[in-house]
């Protein structure tokens, strides 16, 4: 167990609906990183926070956002979703400064947009 | 950008036989080189890291190498076990901002 978790764990939704995924980072972890992995895929990094503001942004589409909010909790919000956005998403979180950066990686939520 | 390649994507190992999955960078700037594991329906767990001040590490039956001239990066898995048998990914970062993952291995270790 990595100490990170993630909600709901599955997901299943129609196209063009809007769904809010939740992580909790381990406890004393400032920054949390969200990541997509696809069928078969490697992970894709899609956003990173640090103690609420947002750090650094990979190939994240502008149909998605997260927040990190002061508890440091973070969501990742997906809307308009597509086929292709059928995906497992994971959050990571770590210490994030420049010498202790181990990411620790939670469950997933599984999405399926049918 | 930093870009990660990662080979081989899949590798099939007898049971006691070494594994060696290599990966290569693009920005010399990445500092921390992590490799993680994932098994079947679970999330990527940290196995090993390696810093940019460091040639080698080892852990048990896992060692990473790190090239820095070169840019590239390796792990080794001595003594293989049917439980080895998952998929690896390699990463890049720089200090504590974006990390950038290879596109992982599959690694089969055969009984």
């Known amino acids: 167990d990595s100490g990170v978790t993630q909600t709901p764990k599955h997901l299943i939704t129609a196209t063009g609906q809007r769904v809010t995924l939740r992580c909790s980072p381990r406890s004393g972890d400032l920054s949390v990183y969200w990541y997509q992995q696809s069928l078969d895929q490697g992970l894709q990094f899609l956003i990173q926070?640090?103690?609420?503001?947002?750090?650094a942004k990979g190939n994240i589409l502008e149909r998605f956002s997260a927040q990190q909010f002061p508890d440091l909790h973070s969501e990742l919000n997906l809307s308009s979703l597509e086929l292709g956005d059928s995906a497992l998403y994971f959050c990571?979180?770590?210490?994030?400064?420049?010498?202790?950066?181990?990411?620790?990686f939670g469950p997933g939520t599984r999405l399926t947009v049918t | 950008g930093e870009n990660v390649e990662q080979h081989p994507s899949t590798l099939s190992v007898q049971e006691g036989d070494s594994a060696v999955i290599k990966c290569t960078y693009s920005d010399s700037a990445s500092n921390y080189f992590p490799w993680y594991k994932q098994e079947l329906g679970k999330g990527p767990q940290l196995i090993i890291d390696?810093?940019?001040?460091?040639g080698e590490k080892k852990d048990q039956r896992i060692a990473v190498t790190l090239n820095k001239t070169a840019k590239h990066f390796s792990l080794h898995i001595t003594e293989t076990q049917p439980e080895d048998s998952a998929v690896y990914f390699c990463?890049?970062?720089?200090?504590?901002?974006?990390?950038?993952f290879g596109a992982g291995t599959r690694l089969f270790v055969k009984a």
């Open positions: 926070y640090y103690n609420g503001e947002e750090r």
């Open positions: 990571a979180s770590s210490v994030a400064s420049t010498v202790i950066d181990e990411q620790y």
């Open positions: 390696i810093r940019s001040n460091v």
């Open positions: 990463a890049a970062s720089m200090g504590g901002f974006k990390t950038i």
